[in-house]
C-alpha cells in the first residue's frame, strides 16, 4: 500500500540487525499502520453516521416547529416525500457524498463502479440476490420467534398505506426507487469503495453492519445487515453497482406492490407475499446453481499471506471501537432495544 515504507534491503553488507528478526519488525509495523489508518477511517464513518442521525432529527424537530407532525402521521403522501428528501436525500446522499469527495484521492477503484455486466450475468446476479433476499426474510423470522418466545415482541416499521393513485406513485418511489439508489451511493459505492482496499471482505463486513444499525430497529438491523452482505458481495463480484441497485429495488418493491394492490384490488398481502417468496426462491435458487457450476463463487484474485497480517476480525475491531463511534453506536443500540417491547 502506498501509505507503508518499503522493506529494508536485508543483504547490505554492511547491514548489521539480524535479517529475520528485522522483517519480523517491518511486517508488524506495516500491520500496526494498516489498522491506524483503519481506526481514522472508523472515525470518518462515525462522523458520517453522526451527522446522519443528527440530520434527522433536526428535521424532525422543524416538523415540531412548524406544526408539521399531525400532517405527517396522518399523511401517506407527505410522510412518503419528508422520508424522500429529508432520509434519502440530505441524511444520506449529502453526508457520505461529502465523505467521498474530501477523501476522493483514497479510493482505488471508481466511488461508482459502473464496469459492464452482461444481461446474462445481470441476470444470475440479481435473482441469485434476491435469493439470498428471501433466505435473510426467514432468518428475521427465526429472530422474531426467539424474541416472542422470550415474552417480547419487536416492533416493524410499516410501509405507508396509499390512499390514492399520485400517493401510489409516492410510496413507489420513496419505499423502492429512492432508497435503492440512495442507500447504495452511500453504503456501496461510498462506503464500501473506501474500504475495499484494506480487504474486500473487510469492506463488506463494516460496511453491512453500518447499514444495518442505521435502520434503528431490531427486525430491519438483522434484516439489512444480511441484505447488506450479499448487496456487497455482488458490488465486488461483478465492480459494479448496477445489481446492487436492481436487488435493492426489487426488494423494497415487493412491499410497495403488497400494499397497493390490498388497497385498491383487497388481495391478502400474504398471498402475494407467497408468489413473490416462491418465484425468487425458484429463480434464484437455479441462478446460485449456474453461478457456481460457472465458478462465480470463486476468489477473483489471489492474496498474498504475510507474516502479521490483520486478519478480518482485527480489521472490523479497529474500524468500530474508535471514539468517533461511540455516540452514533450508543444511539443506535438504545433506539433498537427501544423497538424490543
Not at 33 to 55: D, H, P
Not at 163 to 179: K, L, Q
Request: hydrophobic share 50%.
Amino acid at each position: 500500500m502506498n501509505n507503508y515504507y518499503q522493506p529494508p534491503q536485508f543483504n547490505q553488507p554492511n547491514y548489521d540487525y539480524n535479517e529475520a528478526a528485522m522483517k519480523s519488525r517491518f511486517y508488524m509495523e506495516k500491520a500496526r499502520l494498516e489498522r491506524k489508518e483503519i481506526r481514522r477511517l472508523g472515525n470518518i464513518f462515525g462522523i458520517v453516521i453522526s451527522a446522519f442521525i443528527l440530520l434527522q432529527l433536526a428535521c424532525v424537530l422543524l416538523l415540531n416547529v412548524f406544526g408539521l407532525e399531525e400532517l405527517y402521521n396522518n399523511s401517506a403522501l407527505f410522510q412518503t416525500c419528508f422520508g424522500i428528501v429529508v432520509v434519502d436525500l440530505i441524511c444520506i446522499v449529502i453526508p457520505f457524498g461529502v465523505m467521498a469527495y474530501v477523501n476522493r484521492k483514497k479510493y482505488t477503484v471508481d466511488i461508482i463502479p459502473t464496469k459492464k455486466v452482461s444481461g446474462k450475468d445481470m441476470y444470475l446476479w440479481v435473482t441469485f440476490g434476491m435469493f439470498c433476499c428471501i433466505a435473510a426474510n426467514y432468518a428475521v423470522g427465526i429472530v422474531v420467534a426467539f424474541f416472542q418466545a422470550l415474552g417480547h415482541d419487536p416492533l416493524q416499521y410499516e410501509t405507508p398505506e396509499p390512499d390514492s393513485f399520485v400517493t401510489s406513485i409516492a410510496i413507489a418511489i420513496g419505499t423502492a426507487v429512492m432508497p435503492a439508489l440512495c442507500e447504495e451511493f452511500g453504503m456501496r459505492c461510498c462506503g464500501l469503495g473506501l474500504l475495499r482496499k484494506h480487504g474486500k471482505a473487510f469492506g463488506v463486513i463494516a460496511v453491512s453492519i453500518v447499514f444495518g444499525l442505521m435502520h434503528a430497529n431490531l427486525v430491519q438491523f438483522v434484516f439489512a445487515t444480511l441484505v447488506g452482505l450479499i448487496l456487497g458481495y455482488v458490488t465486488v463480484k461483478t465492480d459494479s453497482i448496477v445489481p446492487a441497485v436492481l436487488i435493492h429495488l426489487l426488494n423494497n418493491s415487493m412491499s410497495v406492490v403488497s400494499s397497493i394492490a390490498k388497497h385498491f384490488a383487497g388481495i391478502e398481502t400474504e398471498d402475494i407475499t407467497v408468489w413473490f417468496f416462491v418465484g425468487w426462491l425458484v429463480l434464484g435458487g437455479i441462478s446460485a446453481l449456474v453461478l457456481g457450476f460457472k465458478g462465480y463463487f470463486k476468489k477473483s484474485e489471489k492474496t498474498i499471506s504475510e507474516p502479521f497480517q490483520n486478519t478480518t476480525g482485527k480489521k472490523i475491531a479497529a474500524f468500530f471501537f474508535v471514539p468517533g463511534m461511540i455516540f452514533p453506536f450508543l444511539y443506535f443500540v438504545i433506539s433498537i432495544i427501544a423497538t424490543i417491547r
